[in-house]
């Protein structure tokens, strides 16, 4: 599986630091959708999908979390703790959101509009249009 990562550059001085998000200079897409995530309750796994046509972008701005995203062939877990960086997900990737820090303030944007639709939320249906969708 190829994870992608896309670095975001800082600005900064004594008083703090900035970034910036854009659509198509460092977000690969129009942003359509933005939510956050926070005060998750310890041991809480988030997550357990993954989107028909949905790419998303995960940034956390504060603490950190772990993201495990399974294509059908690999599954990978990824730790984010660092708000100058976010993990690109494309579409039909499995995620699952976990190890959430206690002050975890975890963003994402999204190409598109809520569409419950889009979603699929059950795992052997996830590997099922995988593989039908291998066979085209």
């Known amino acids: ?3 992608k990562f896309i670095q975001f550059q800082t600005h900064g001085d004594d008083r703090g630091s900035l970034v910036a ?3 198509h200079k460092n977000i690969p897409f129009t942003i359509k959708r933005v939510y956050y995530l926070f005060n998750t309750q310890e041991k809480v ?3 357990f999908h993954a989107h028909k046509k949905l790419k998303q972008l995960a940034v956390v701005l504060k603490g950190s979390c772990r993201f495990m995203l399974d294509d059908g062939k690999e599954k990978i877990e990824i730790l984010l703790d660092n708000p100058e960086q976010g993990l690109y997900i494309e579409s039909f990737v499995w995620r699952e959101m976990f190890d959430f820090s ?3 303030v975890l963003l994402v ?5 809520y569409d419950e639709a889009d979603y699929i939320r059950d795992y052997d249906k996830f590997l099922r249009e995988i593989n039908d969708s291998t066979k085209i």
Do not use: P, Y
């Open 109 to 113: 944007l999204a190409d598109s509009f």
């Open 21 to 23: 998000l854009e659509d």
């Open 45 to 47: 796994r988030r997550g």
């Open 1 to 3: 599986m190829d994870i």
């Open 102 to 104: 206690e002050d975890c």
